[in-house]
C-alpha cells in the first residue's frame, strides 16, 4: 500500500475546531474522509472574508480536486446534506468531489421526531441528553436494530425503499404520532426518492474507492466528528453521541484498518467547553466563563446554544491522547485566553476522598469528582499574528509546554485565530497547503 492515511479527532467534548485543522492539511491531501456522526456536527471554516458553516460535506470540499467521502459510519441526513450542497454552490463551490458511501445509514425524517419525542420524555425526569435533535440516536438505533433501517443506496431503488419504509413507519408511528406527516409512507418515500434522485451519480462503494486510492499513493485524511468525550463507548455515557468517535471509529466507519494510520492528530481547546447535559468537572459557570465565551464566540455552529465553558482539563485530556493514540497535539483557540491573569490546569481528580489522575468515563461517577488545579500566570497582547512557537508570549509558550508534559504527546499545530492562516506549525506533519483565497 503506498498511501498514507492522517486522522483529525477531536479530543474534549467538540467544538475543539477540527474542522480548522483539517482545512489547514486538506489541500496536501486527496480525500477527506468522513467515518462518525452526521449533522450534529458543525465545522465553521473561514475562507478569506466566508464563512463556511459545514455539518455533514467534509471540509475537503473547499479544495478543487481534494475528494470529499461521506463513509459508511455517517448518517446521512439527505435533505440536510443537499441544502449544503446547493449553499456551496451558489457561493461557487464545485462540489463534484462528494461522494457518499452507498452503505451509510440514512436520517430519515421520523428519526428527527423521534429524537425530539424522546429528549421531551426525558426532560420532564430532568434527565435529557440534551441531544442535536437531529436524530442521530434513533438512526444509529435502527441500524443496530436492522429491520427499519433505510441505507443511502436504498435511496436509488423505489421498491426496496417502500418496503423499508413501510415497516418504519408502522414501528415508528406509536412514538412519533399516527398522524405525523412523517410516518405516513407516502409522502416519506416520495421525499427520500426526491432525495435519492438528486444525490445518485455521488453515492458509491466508498471502502473499494478508498482502498484503490490507497493503492495508487493517496494520502488520505480522516475527518473526525464530534468528540473523544463523547464517544458512544468511551465517553461519558449515557451524555455521548450514539457514534465511534475516536480514531477507532475509522476502521469500522470506512473499511480502512487501523494500521493504515500514521499521524493522529488530536485537537483540543485552550480551555473546555461542553454542549448539552453531562458533567463537566472544570466547568466555569461565573463571570470567567461569561468571559471565555463572549471572547470565544462559544455558540453552537449545529443549534446555537450557548456552550458551558470551564477551564482545560489534563485528566481528560491524557484520557483522551491515551484512548486515540494522539502523535500530534493541536491546540486552539490560544488566542481566546490572552487577558486573563492567571490560567488554571486541572490536573487531578479527588474522588471520593481520593486523588486520582485517571479520567472517570461514566456520568454519574464523573458529576462526583472535584477538580484540583495548578495554577499559571496568564499572558497578554494580540497574538492573532503570532506565525512561530517562540514568538508568543513566554507564559503562553509555558501554558502549552505544560499541557504537552502532561498528556505526554508533542505539539504539532498552535491555532490563534479562526483564519487558515492564523496557525503556529511547532512540529508539522508536512502536507499545508498554501492558503487558496
Ligand atoms: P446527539 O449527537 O445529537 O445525539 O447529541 C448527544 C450529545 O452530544 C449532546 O450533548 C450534544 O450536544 C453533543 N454533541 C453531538 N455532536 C456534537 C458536536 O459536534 N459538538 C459538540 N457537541 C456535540
Redesign the pocket.
Known amino acids: 500500500m503506498g498511501g498514507t492515511c492522517t486522522a483529525v479527532i477531536?479530543l474534549q467534548?467538540?467544538?475543539e475546531g477540527k474542522g480548522k485543522i483539517v482545512d489547514v492539511l486538506a489541500g496536501g491531501h486527496d480525500a477527506v474522509v468522513r467515518f462518525n456522526?452526521?449533522a450534529?456536527?458543525?465545522h465553521s471554516v473561514v475562507v478569506g472574508n466566508e464563512r463556511y458553516a459545514l455539518h455533514l460535506v467534509p471540509s475537503g470540499i473547499l479544495f478543487p480536486g481534494v475528494k470529499a467521502v461521506v463513509g459508511n459510519g455517517v448518517v446521512v441526513d439527505p435533505e440536510v446534506l443537499l441544502e449544503e450542497i446547493d449553499g456551496l454552490e451558489a457561493r461557487g463551490v464545485d462540489t463534484s468531489g462528494l461522494i457518499i458511501s452507498n452503505r451509510a445509514h440514512v436520517v430519515m425524517p421520523y428519526h428527527k421526531l423521534e429524537?425530539a419525542v424522546r429528549e421531551d420524555a426525558a426532560g420532564k425526569g430532568g434527565a435529557a441528553?440534551?441531544?442535536?435533535?437531529?436524530?442521530?440516536?434513533p438512526a444509529y438505533a435502527d441500524k443496530a436494530q436492522r429491520l427499519t433501517a433505510v441505507r443511502v443506496g436504498d435511496l436509488l431503488n423505489q421498491e426496496v425503499l417502500r418496503r423499508k419504509v413501510e415497516i418504519a413507519c408502522c414501528s415508528k408511528a406509536p412514538i412519533v404520532g399516527d398522524s405525523s406527516a412523517e410516518v405516513d409512507p407516502v409522502k416519506v418515500c416520495e421525499r427520500m426518492l426526491g432525495c435519492g434522485r438528486r444525490l445518485g451519480e455521488r453515492v458509491q462503494d466508498t471502502t473499494y474507492l478508498l482502498h484503490d486510492m490507497l493503492a495508487e499513493g493517496g494520502r488520505l485524511l480522516f475527518e473526525g466528528?464530534?468528540?473523544t468525550l463523547?464517544d458512544v463507548d468511551h465517553g461519558t455515557y449515557p451524555?455521548?453521541?450514539?457514534?465511534s468517535t475516536t480514531v477507532l471509529g475509522i476502521g469500522a466507519g470506512t473499511g480502512v484498518p487501523d494500521r493504515c494510520i500514521g499521524a493522529v492528530l488530536g485537537v483540543a481547546k485552550a480551555y473546555s467547553?461542553?454542549?448539552?447535559?453531562?458533567p463537566m468537572p472544570t466547568e466555569q459557570d461565573n463571570e470567567i466563563g461569561n468571559w471565555i465565551r463572549e471572547r470565544g464566540n462559544e455558540y453552537?455552529?449545529?443549534?446555537g446554544?450557548p456552550?458551558r465553558v470551564g477551564w482545560i482539563d489534563l485528566v481528560a485530556l491524557r484520557y483522551a491522547v491515551m484512548i486515540n493514540g494522539v502523535t500530534h497535539l493541536c491546540v486552539t483557540l490560544l488566542d481566546v485566553l490572552s487577558g486573563l491573569d492567571e490560567l488554571r490546569l486541572c490536573t487531578g481528580y479527588r474522588y471520593r476522598g481520593q486523588v486520582t489522575e485517571r479520567f472517570v468515563p461514566d456520568a454519574a461517577e464523573l458529576s462526583e469528582v472535584e477538580p484540583i488545579y495548578e495554577t499559571m500566570p496568564g499572558f497578554s497582547g494580540e497574538i492573532t499574528n503570532v506565525r512561530r512557537f517562540d514568538e508568543l508570549p513566554a507564559q503562553a509558550q509555558a501554558y502549552l509546554k505544560r499541557i504537552s508534559a502532561f498528556v505526554r504527546a508533542p505539539i504539532g499545530y498552535v491555532s490563534v485565530g479562526p483564519e487558515r492562516s492564523q496557525i503556529i506549525a511547532v512540529e508539522p506533519i508536512g502536507v499545508e497547503q498554501e492558503p487558496i483565497a
Not at 441528553?129 to 440516536?137: A, F, V, Y
Not at 467547553?273 to 453531562?278: F, K, M
Open positions: 477531536g467534548w467538540g467544538d456522526g452526521g450534529n456536527a458543525g429524537d441528553i440534551g441531544t442535536t435533535r437531529r436524530g442521530i440516536g466528528a464530534n468528540a463523547l451524555f455521548v453521541t450514539a457514534s467547553t461542553r454542549v448539552g447535559a453531562g453552537g455552529t449545529t443549534t446554544r456552550r
